[in-house]
């Protein structure tokens, strides 16, 4: 996927969100359900991609908002 796309992935024991491109988490959650969430709304508001991994880092799912030309 392109670059400022929305990651949602598990490290140090916390679900994150992390904008591709960026140095740190953008939010993190307890729970999984929670992340996506969080991380689908921010990729669907920026118009981008939203890249969920598995806790082992795979690639689990992708959706993408961006606008169709």
Do not use: L
Not at 23 to 31: D, E, G, L, P, W
Request: hydrophobic share 30%.
């Amino acid at each position: 996927m392109a670059q400022g796309d929305v990651h949602t992935y598990f490290e140090d024991g916390e679900w994150k969100n992390r904008v591709e491109g960026g140095s740190r988490a953008s939010n993190t959650a307890i729970r999984r359900t929670d992340a996506f969430h969080s991380g689908r709304a921010m990729a669907r508001k920026r118009k981008v991609g939203h890249v969920v991994h598995d806790s082992a880092g795979a690639v689990e799912s992708e959706k993408t908002f961006r606008k169709v030309r």
